[in-house]
């Protein structure tokens, strides 16, 4: 496998980059474990919480995520707010991987099934952990 180079100040580096199976694939288990994640889309950093995955009606990769950090275009609204919500080409994301901290979401999401219309996983099949818990203890 042929690596790309990163030219750098003094010579070049070789960097692995992800491929979108790849990225996907950690989409895919952050949504089950409603993890959030770090990466960057469009060349800003982001922080987001993936709620579905799957596909467009054309077949391409789409992530339906609330984005509680980092930088956007349109500006980040305040937590909670409903203005969030991110409709996501997977194949323009880069450095995609699991982030600490807490599931963000906020009600009635403006792209529902524009955004993914082959749904793959939806993290409201899942229960998070907190919601273990309790089920465990009641």
């Known amino acids: 496998e042929t690596l790309p180079k990163l030219e750098v100040m003094g010579g070049s580096k070789l960097v692995k ?23 960057l889309y469009d ?42 919500w991110r409709c996501i080409a997977v194949g323009r994301l880069q450095k995609v991987k699991p982030a600490p901290g807490v599931w963000r979401t906020a009600p009635n999401h403006s792209r529902p099934q524009t955004c993914v219309f082959k749904v793959d996983v939806d ?6 952990v907190e919601e273990i818990d309790r089920k465990d203890i009641g």
């Open 43 to 84: 060349r800003r950093r982001r922080v987001f919480c993936p709620h579905r995955l799957g596909y467009t009606r054309e077949g391409e990769p789409r992530v339906l995520c609330y984005q509680s950090g980092g930088e956007s275009k349109s500006g980040l609204k305040p937590p909670g707010s409903p203005g969030n």
């Open 17 to 39: 980059l992800q491929s979108i199976s790849e990225i996907y694939a950690v989409l895919r288990r952050a949504v089950m474990a409603r993890q959030p994640v770090t990466a």
């Open 123 to 128: 993290a409201d099949d899942y229960l998070s």
